[in-house]
């Protein structure tokens, strides 16, 4: 449910263009098998790194695409989390220093 509700929040800030877009993209490429949904991978991101959602974005080309996901943990960091978008492997994941 916290989900659900940082990503409305999120796409209510974005441009309206560009997040139809995304969303119009990532929509197709699940539909089509290409990606797994976000879903599944903020449940893998929560798995690894418990903690709040602040960003979610899925990135790059048609090829290539990664779940980008940014977390604030109980202790107060910050997690970028970078997914494969077709698998759901865990690719990296840093600190983000302020």
Do not use: W
Not at 11 to 36: H, K, T
Not at 44 to 70: F, K, S
Not at 90 to 97: V, Y
């Amino acid at each position: 449910m916290k989900y659900a509700l940082c990503a409305a929040a999120l796409l209510s800030v974005c441009a309206p263009a560009f997040a139809d877009e995304d969303q119009d993209r990532a929509l197709r490429a699940v539909a089509e098998g290409r990606i797994l949904p976000l879903r599944e991978i903020l449940n893998r991101a929560e798995a690894a790194c418990p903690g709040q959602l602040i960003e979610a974005e899925l990135e790059g080309d048609a090829g290539t695409l990664v779940y980008e996901i940014r977390l604030l943990t109980g202790d107060g960091r910050v997690m970028k989390l970078l997914y494969d978008a077709r698998s759901g492997e865990l690719l990296k994941s840093r600190e983000i220093h302020r």
